[in-house]
């Protein structure tokens, strides 16, 4: 399974940093997730950046066991 990387408040609503989340593409590892961790991490979701090891990626990306998802939220400073 494709392994999946929060960051900020993603990280904070999940209760984790890090999971393994199953599917086969970049959009079905981001529906396993809103149904794992709920409505308040989807709509935080809306707004995120998605990257695949590294590189920013397209939903329908598919993806290897090895794999990382991560959930970029945005992020603001001065």
């Known amino acids: 399974m494709p392994w999946l990387r929060l960051f900020g408040p993603l990280a904070d ?27 308040a991490f989807a709509e935080m979701l809306q707004v995120c950046k998605v990257w695949v090891n ?8 598919v993806l ?3 794999d990382e998802v991560a959930l970029l939220p945005p992020v603001s400073g001065g």
């Open 13 to 39: 609503v999940a209760g984790t940093r890090r999971d393994e989340v199953s599917g086969a593409t970049v959009d079905e590892v981001l529906a396993s997730a809103r149904a794992r961790y709920g409505p």
């Open 54 to 61: 590294g590189v920013p990626t397209a939903p329908g990306l």
């Open 64 to 66: 290897d066991d090895d």
